[in-house]
T-cell receptor, first 109, second 119 residues
Framework: SQQGEEDPQALSIQEGENATMNCSYK?????LQWYRQNSGRGLVHLIL?????REKHSGRLRVTLDTSKKSSSLLITASRAADTASYFC?????????FGSGTRLLVRP | GAVVSQHPSRVICKSGTSVKIECRSL??????MFWYRQFPKQSLMLMAT?????????EQGVEKDKFLINHASLTLSTLTVTSAHPEDSSFYIC???????????????FGPGTRLTVT
């Protein structure tokens, strides 16, 4: 089962630009997490934001959470070609981690 | 951070045979492990939740007799794809939860995945 949708499905930007990805979900959550996956590889945990938090930063990453709208966004600032990957949100609900549909990000050098 | 390993990383098998995939938590004890599958260019779909010493809980639409899960110890869970068919070809990823880290949150670690190809 999938929790919700991410948009855009694909995003292509120039190196140095910011990238914003959005995630919507359907149920109540304990926390929401963002992961990155390079093609054909495993997952890398990026950031976790708890249900009572509204914003969190980690390096070039900024995550917001709006529980009233059941949505979250991931902002990557000053993007680099190495940021090219698929990004997934995942909601921790009922002690299971359910993933969104993902955004494929391409950062052109 | 904690490490979760999977073996094998890649496997090719013939249609009708069974394949076993192992998932190990290397430096922590995982009372709960999860199995996901991922088709190309798609997201991870949760297949089942595995608790040590008890039967796995399968997500809707996942055949428990086809995907046998055994969580025999706190560091090992196995997924056996029985009577595999080409449509079972996929990327299988396991995940393990570590101890409570506060306010009901757990740290969850993912294995590197196993690519199964059924010919």
């Amino acid at each position: 089962s999938q929790q919700g949708e991410e948009d855009p499905q694909a995003l292509s930007i120039q190196e140095g630009e910011n990238a914003t990805m959005n995630c919507s979900y359907k149920t109540s959550i304990n926390n929401l997490q963002w992961y990155r996956q390079n093609s054909g590889r495993g997952l890398v945990h990026l950031i976790l934001i708890r249900s009572n938090e509204r914003e969190k930063h980690s390096g070039r990453l900024r995550v917001t959470l709006d529980t009233s709208k059941k949505s979250s966004s991931l902002l990557i600032t000053a993007s680099r070609a190495a940021d090219t990957a698929s990004y997934f949100c995942a909601v921790d609900s009922s002690y299971k981690l359910i993933f969104g549909s993902g955004t494929r990000l391409l950062v052109r050098p | 951070g904690a490490v979760v390993s999977q073996h094998p990383s890649r496997v090719i098998c013939k249609s009708g045979t069974s394949v076993k995939i192992e998932c190990r938590s290397l430096d922590f004890q995982a009372t709960t492990m999860f199995w996901y599958r991922q088709f190309p260019k798609q997201s991870l779909m949760l297949m089942a939740t595995s608790n040590e010493g008890s039967k796995a809980t399968y997500e809707q639409g996942v055949e428990k007799d086809k995907f046998l899960i055994n969580h025999a110890s706190l560091t090992l869970s196995t997924l056996t794809v029985t009577s595999a068919h080409p449509e079972d070809s996929s990327f299988y990823i396991c995940s393990a939860r570590d101890v409570l880290i506060g306010r009901g949150d757990y740290e969850q670690y993912f294995g590197p995945g196993t690519r199964l190809t059924v010919t």
